[in-house]
């Protein structure tokens, strides 16, 4: 079965400090996807990423960046110069073929100013 | 601005009510889900419909019912519920069930039964 672990439950950070967001998943599939979801306070879960198991180039877009790493079946998120509209719960996620997205249970991140 | 519409934002109702939430999407996406959210916790998924039919149910008690009158609508009929059915009810929609696409979610209904 399926599972993502986000051991993570809260952080606090410093306004212009980097933090990364850690997610561990697990799988016995060969092909799957890896996902990154953000939940501000408004509720709605918006998309960030999405990363093939067969793809293990590091991305970054902008602050973000993605580290996914299958030999320790990690998928890490960084935010660099964090801001304050960084805080929200954000959500890893895992999908194989066929089955429903399964969520970790999300790290809360404060981005104090 | 989200691509999937959900109505009402807010609802309180008591448990004799009968009330819907609605959710649309106009992205031509074939795979419509419901979720519930608690307070603190992640998404639970609820019910899941491709191209119209409902192909998944995680053993939800009658009183929440799904309707897909078309690829574009997703209904959730609610009836008699339980206060502990307080939370976020989100919709999402995917092109289609057995790819690895993204699922794009409303900003949800938040669902108060007193």
């Known amino acids: 079965a399926q599972k993502v672990t986000q051991a993570q439950t809260e952080i606090s950070v410093v306004e212009k400090e980097d933090v990364t967001l850690d997610c561990v998943y697990e799988?016995?599939?060969?092909?799957?996807?890896l996902f990154w979801y953000k939940q501000p306070p408004s509720g709605e879960l918006v998309f960030l990423i999405r990363?093939?198991?067969?793809?293990?180039q590091n991305e970054i877009s902008g602050r973000y960046s993605w580290n996914f790493q299958k030999s320790t079946s990690s998928f890490n998120f960084t935010i660099t110069a964090s801001q304050v509209v960084d805080s929200a719960v954000y959500f890893c996620a895992l999908s194989e073929v066929n089955t429903p997205l399964v969520f970790g249970k999300g790290t809360r991140l404060s981005v104090i100013a | 601005d989200t691509e999937v519409t959900q109505t009402p934002k807010h609802l309180v109702m008591g448990m004799t009510n009968k009330k819907s939430l609605k959710c649309e999407q106009h992205m031509g996406h074939r795979a419509m889900y419901w979720y519930k959210q608690k307070a603190k916790k992640p998404p639970e998924l609820m019910f899941v419909y491709s191209y119209e039919k409902l192909s998944i149910n995680e053993s939800v008690p009658s009183r929440f019912s799904p309707e897909c009158p078309n690829s574009s609508l997703l209904n959730l009929h609610l009836h008699a519920l339980q206060p502990e059915d307080s939370a976020l009810y989100l919709c999402?929609?995917?092109?289609?069930?057995?790819?690895?696409?993204?699922?794009?979610f409303g900003e949800g209904s938040r669902l108060t039964v007193l």
């Open positions: 990363r093939n198991s067969f793809d293990e």
């Open positions: 799988t016995r599939d060969t092909t799957y996807y």
């Open positions: 999402a929609s995917r092109m289609d069930r057995g790819l690895f696409g993204e699922l794009f």
